[in-house]
């Protein structure tokens, strides 16, 4: 049967009430590491949205030389066409 051994941290009690004050310290990093994570996930939402109007600013920037390009060969043929 195998044995488990749970090893617990104190913090000793103090008169000075040091305990309070880590204590304090545990919320406050516990809050600062909330934000944190929330801060991350807000960064990683922008980033996401970045990434996805990069994309579609690239797709649009294709389509817009297409037209280019064929606006172009149009003008070209018309006055291939008017030479004549």
Do not use: W
């Amino acid at each position: 049967m195998p044995c488990v051994l749970l090893i617990i941290f104190l913090r000793p009690e103090t008169s000075d009430g040091s305990n309070d004050l880590f204590s304090e310290l545990d919320v406050s990093i516990e809050n600062m590491n909330k934000e944190n994570r929330k801060a991350n996930r807000e960064l990683d939402e922008a980033k996401k949205e970045e990434r996805q109007q990069q994309e579609k600013l690239e797709e649009e920037a294709k389509e817009l030389e297409k037209m280019s390009n064929k606006q172009s060969m149009l003008i070209k043929k018309v006055q291939d066409q008017s030479s004549f």
